[in-house]
Every structure is written in structure tokens, then in C-alpha cells.
DNA sequence: GATGAATGAGACTTCATTCAT
DNA sequence: GATGAATGAAGTCTCATTCAT
């Protein structure tokens, strides 16, 4: 899916690799903008110019990084569920199931953590080159979320998962400017009154 | 509430507002990152120290600029409650009317015209200083739904238009990655299916 | 001795002195450089203008504030004479005595409090047009000091003044370069070496 | 010494010394305010960027010019110390070396020539930085000095050094004020006059 | 007399990208 | 294949000074 260009060797390849992950963890700790060749390349402990030889352009790198990000999360989502024991539950574990699905693991510094899921949202609409790698990934959370709500007894269908995570990304994105951030609160009480209301 | 500092005199603050509406011209069109001193300046067609002289600095005049755009959007809405006759409607009427409030007058490129609505809310997760002014905003935009929804006959308290807002929201923010985004028809549909389930 | 050029009123002489003033503390502060139009003018609580108005350009206000220190610390001095009772004393209490002439009287931040002396004999290389002011201060100095060990005991003509002011001076200068700096220390050391030895 | 970073290669070496001299230039003709990157870059005809390549910042290469002059003087200092025949001298001849050693050659325009040596020392005492680049320096220019005397049969410990080299710089700071100041000249008669007195 | 307004010049620095080796 | 070297373009911001009022 990214572009990819020469270095088909093993070392090529995990040089490549190392940047991504650089940038990756760029992106996560401050955005977009914080995704520059010097950054990346130091934080690779990789020369500059690498950066340029094995990404066309930064664009490329970015794009890269945001599907390493995304993939990344959506294998800690499988594998969340494959841990999950199959049967009902109570609406409280269900919730906390799919805002773990949907903004990652609680952490403390919840607001900065959970952000770039939605600048990669919105970044897209301005960069039409990242939208059939961000929609393959926002299938495949979709394919996850349906997984996980059948697991836990909860019948669902395409609308439903639709409705859920619309229920909490509008929620997170609305909760960002409050000045004191706490975006999982805002979508937990959401899903909460949602899912009384039979959704 | 914006910071600013010099021009009291008409003149003055017309050249401000000149730099205001350069900088909110650019956000809309280019995003966050459009907002440069330079493109300002020429946009408004005065010259480079300007920018400065009248914006303590940039975080200034991008600040400026959103809250411009913000209330500007919210005016309309107030606008266009105005010259709605009260009275109840069916749903499509009044999905319309919310979407209008929301995401702005339909138009051709829908999908660039909305984004900065979210990349506003979104940025602001990393930049503490725009949170009171989104706040404010954002509760405006909050009341502004509410009295559109009393005036067409519909029934809501602040829960209410919290889930529509999200629902709106977050609608919008997974419609911007398609290939070929249609955000507003995202809502639509969104806010039909959930108003057909008595929200 | 100063440009000078508007302003005869009470008010404007008022607002003068405020500025230089204001000039002379950036100019301990910060040496030559931090002497700026608008830090002065905020310093003084005047507008930036009036640092145009009141003084032709910048170096005509840094050399007012120069002047305003220098003549600051001989007063300081004299009114220190003023005070000192007559008769020999050792050689501790002379050197005491010497240091707080030249150098003022000891601080905490000695390096930086007695920095500015420097800069400003060694600025004065590069601009000739505060030479005459300096010159005269300096006379005045040395005026001082020798009125200061007649009150001493201690037999002292233009040749042995110059000697001591050198002495202090040198050691200063080259004191200032240590990563600890000492230069009171380091002219207390020289001077009792040197008067041991008869001067 | 100097910090730098990159040239390993020849080219890159001589392109890095070449922007050194050419700030050096700078700094003798106009002291620490003179070198900026753009005159540099001018001085050495080079790119404007090539400063920022080769220097991390303008501090660095401020720096590495004060280095590189310091550095000149000594080793001219060492150099006309080996070519110094060996045996006693009168007091005229042993002056005149010193102050070639102190103050470089004798040129014609002397007051200026003489200037940056105690810019830097008194610049160091606002530059913290500059702290321990001054004390090798300075080190080393007592141990030349010491050698010196030796060489003239002067019996000199490090105290007399030390003594001599304050009556020198104080004397010179002390002469940049004049009208028309004769800092070499000043320090001539002081030197003499101490020697004079045994010291 | 006094000052708010205004701006051209220039400061430092970062960066994406190219290219020779 | 890989990379150190290099740089043009542009970024943000400061400042001394002028001028109209």
C-alpha cells in the first residue's frame, strides 16, 4: 500500500521499517507537523538523506507512518478480541470494550493520546492521497467492532457500528476543546445514554 | 477575546479586520497551516510587518481568524433561525435545517468547505490556547441548536443535542476519508436513521 | 553634555529623565545591546515615540544613559568620601575602600554588577562620539580617587592613581573570563600585592 | 574546541575555515555585533545557509571566530618567541616584546587593532559560554609571557605575570577613552614606569 | 508638543530536496 | 546502494525610524 521505492534487501527493508516507526512515533506524540525529515532521521538514529532514499517525498514518509499507526492499532484491536471470552455482558463491559477498540488503551494523558485518530480523520480531507489507505483501515475497525459486539451478545449490523462510532468520534472530537480534555469520559457517557435508549 | 493589541482608530482597526478576514479566508481554504504571515499579508494586500504589527504573533492572528470564522458561521445560524417560521415539520425539513446550522449552506465542494469545522475542533486537542475560545463557541452553537429544535417543534434538552451534535460530527469526520467524500450526505443519512428511531 | 533637543518644559525634562533612567537600568542589566527604543520606552512607561522625540537616534540615548550611570556611581563616591573620617589606616581598609570607588559597592552578582564599567571603557573604542563624555568622567574619577587616599594617609600623586586604577582594572577584565568569575576578589588580591610591595 | 558538526571532508574543512576567518574579519573590524550570518556569508562568498551548516548557531560560530583569533595571536606570539635571541635586554626592548605579545605588532591604527582583545574579555563576562574557550586562552598567553621574560633574563614567576598583564589591560582600557586614544602608547609608559620601580 | 501608526530592512533559523561521490 | 554536503526558499519575528495627525 505505501509507495515504497528501492531496497528490496533485508537490511533495506528494516532500515525503511525503522523510519516508519520513527515517524510514526513522531506523529503520535505531535502530529502531522512534527513529521520532518531531520525528525524522523534522528529519531532513527539514520543519516538525513536516507529519509529521501527510501520515501519519494515527506508525504510518502507521512503516509507510512499513519498506515504503520493505524494497522498497529487495529492488530491491538484483533488481538484484544481474541482474548475476549465469548457471551453476554452488562452494558458497562461492552462499553469499555469498544472505546478501547475505538481510542486505544486508557491512559493517563488521555486527551493527547487519543488525538491523532482524529487529526488522521480530518488531515484526510485535505489530502486525498491518504483516503484509500485510511478507508481500508476504517473497514477493517468496522469489521472489528461488529466482531467484538457478536462476541458480546450484542446484535449488530452495519448501521448499528456505523451509529456507535459516529456516537463516539463526534463526542471525542466535541470534547477536545473543553479545557480540561477528557475525551473517553465524553464518549463513555455518550455510549452510555445511547445504548439505555436500546441505541 | 482576541488578544490584539494597537489600532483604535477606524482605520486601524479596518486594516485588522483586513488581516482577520486574509487569515480566516486562508484557514478555510488551506487549513491551519495555510496561515502564514506572508500569505496574510498578501492576501490582505498590506504589507509583511503588519501581521505583526497588529498580532502579538502568529498563534495570535490563527486564534484571531477561528474565532472569526466561528462566530461568522454562528451568525448565520442565528440569521437563519431568525427567518424560520415557527411551527412543526416532518424530519427531512428539519435534518436540513440542523445540517445547515452545522456543516454551513449546502454547496458544490461540500467536502473541503467543511473541514475546517473539525480540523478547528481537532487542533485545538493540540493547542490549549484556542480551548476557551472553542468553548464559548461551541456553546453557542449548542444554545443555537436548541432553540432551532423548540422552534420546529421538537422537543430537546442539552442531552439531545449533544447526540445529535456527536452523531453530526462524527458522521462527518469518517464520511471525510472516502474517495469521494459526501459529508453532509453522511449526516443525512445518519440523522435521518436516528431520528426514525426517535433519536 | 548630553544631545538633548525638545522638551524644556518641567514636564518634558521630567519625562527625559524618566527615559534615561529607565536606559540606564537596561543598560546594567543587559549591556549596550538591551538598550532598545521600545524596551526603554516600556521600562519608562512612556510611549515608544517619546524615546524618538525626546533623543535624535539610539546612540544619543544610550549615551545619556552612560552618562547617567557614570556620574550615578561618582556621585556615590564622593558622598562615600564625604563620609570617611580622616586618618592612616591599614592597608585592608585603604583596599576596601579603593574597590568600592571603582568598582561599587560588593553584591552577590559581583561579576555582572561590575561588568558594565568594562563595557562601557572598552565600548567606547569603537564610538568615538562617547569619548569626550568618558573622558571626563573619567578625569573625575581619578579626581576622586586621589582625594580618597589623602583622606588615607597615603601620599598619592596622578602617576600612583593611574597605577592603581590600572591594577584593578586589569585584573577585573582579566577575571571576568573565569568559569567562576571573581573579579572583586581577583582586584583585592592584586591591590594588596602590590601596595606590600610598596605599590 | 569549537563545537561544529559536519566536514570531515576537505573540502568541507576549508569551507568551514573559511567562514571562521571570514567572521573573525568581521569581528576585528566590528566587533561581537558585527558577525551575523548574512556578512559572513557575504565575506566568505558563500551561501547564506552554509552558515547554519557548518555552524549550529550564531553563537557557535561567534565563537569559534573568537577562537580562531585568539588562537592567531598566540601562535604569532610563539612564533616571534622562538625567533627572540636569548640573553639580557634593557627595559625599552623588553617592553616593546611585551607589548607585541599583549597587543599584537604595532600598527597604524592601533586603537582600533588593539580593541578586540578586550572586547572579548569583557564580553565573557555576559557569555558565560565563551568562559572556558577564554581561560585556555588566557593560560596560554601566560605561559608565553612567562617564556618571554625568561628569555629576556627577567626572573618571573606567575604573580609578576599576572601584575604585569593587569597594568597592561587596565592601562589600554583606560586609553580608549581618550580623544584620540593611544592605548599601545599608554601601556608603554605604564609598563616603563613600573619596571621602573623594580615591579 | 507628542504620539499612534506604520513599515522596510534585516535578524536568526528550519526545511525539503538535490546531487556528487 | 547510500549518504554527506549543500542550498534556495521560506518561516517567524524585531527593530530603528519616519510621518501624519
Given at each position: 500500500?505505501?509507495?515504497?521505492?528501492?531496497?528490496?534487501?533485508p537490511?533495506?527493508?528494516?532500515?525503511?521499517?525503522?523510519?516508519?516507526?520513527?515517524?510514526?512515533?513522531?506523529?503520535?506524540?505531535?502530529?502531522?507537523?512534527a513529521?520532518r525529515?531531520r525528525?524522523?532521521?534522528?529519531?532513527?538514529?539514520l543519516?538525513?538523506?536516507?529519509?529521501?532514499?527510501?520515501?519519494?517525498?515527506?508525504?510518502?514518509?507521512?503516509?507510512?507512518?499513519?498506515?504503520?499507526?493505524?494497522?498497529?492499532?487495529?492488530?491491538r484491536g484483533?488481538?484484544?478480541?481474541?482474548e475476549?471470552?465469548?457471551?453476554?455482558?452488562?452494558?458497562?463491559?461492552?462499553?469499555?470494550?469498544v472505546?478501547?477498540?475505538?481510542?486505544?488503551?486508557?491512559?493517563?494523558?488521555?486527551?493527547?493520546?487519543?488525538?491523532?485518530?482524529?487529526?488522521?480523520?480530518?488531515a484526510?480531507?485535505r489530502r486525498?492521497?491518504?483516503?484509500?489507505?485510511?478507508?481500508?483501515?476504517?473497514a477493517?475497525?468496522?469489521?472489528?467492532?461488529?466482531?467484538t459486539?457478536?462476541?458480546?451478545?450484542?446484535?449488530?449490523?452495519h448501521?448499528?457500528?456505523?451509529?456507535?462510532?459516529a456516537?463516539?468520534?463526534?463526542?471525542?472530537v466535541?470534547?477536545?476543546?473543553?479545557?480540561?480534555?477528557?475525551?473517553?469520559?465524553?464518549?463513555?457517557?455518550m455510549?452510555?445514554?445511547?445504548?439505555?435508549?436500546?441505541?
Amino acid at each position: 500500500m505505501s509507495a515504497g521505492s528501492p531496497a528490496s534487501t533485508p537490511k533495506g527493508e528494516r532500515r525503511r521499517q525503522a523510519l516508519v516507526e520513527a515517524a510514526a512515533r513522531l506523529l503520535v506524540e505531535g502530529g502531522f507537523d512534527a513529521v520532518r525529515h531531520r525528525a524522523v532521521a534522528e529519531r532513527a538514529g539514520l543519516p538525513l538523506a536516507s529519509t529521501t532514499y527510501y520515501f519519494r517525498d515527506l508525504d510518502d514518509l507521512v503516509a507510512a507512518a499513519a498506515e504503520h499507526h493505524g494497522r498497529g492499532e487495529l492488530a491491538r484491536g484483533w488481538a484484544q478480541l481474541a482474548e475476549l471470552t465469548a457471551g453476554r455482558r452488562d452494558v458497562d463491559g461492552v462499553v469499555e470494550i469498544v472505546l478501547d477498540q475505538l481510542l486505544g488503551p486508557a491512559t493517563e494523558r488521555d486527551a493527547e493520546a487519543v488525538v491523532l485518530r482524529y487529526e488522521r480523520l480530518v488531515a484526510t480531507g485535505r489530502r486525498p492521497h491518504l483516503r484509500p489507505l485510511m478507508s481500508e483501515l476504517s473497514a477493517d475497525l468496522h469489521e472489528l467492532l461488529l466482531e467484538t459486539l457478536a462476541r458480546c451478545g450484542i446484535p449488530a449490523d452495519h448501521e448499528r457500528v456505523n451509529r456507535l462510532v459516529a456516537l463516539v468520534d463526534g463526542s471525542v472530537v466535541n470534547a477536545l476543546i473543553e479545557v480540561h480534555p477528557d475525551p473517553r469520559g465524553a464518549a463513555r457517557r455518550m455510549l452510555h445514554s445511547a445504548l439505555a435508549e436500546g441505541l
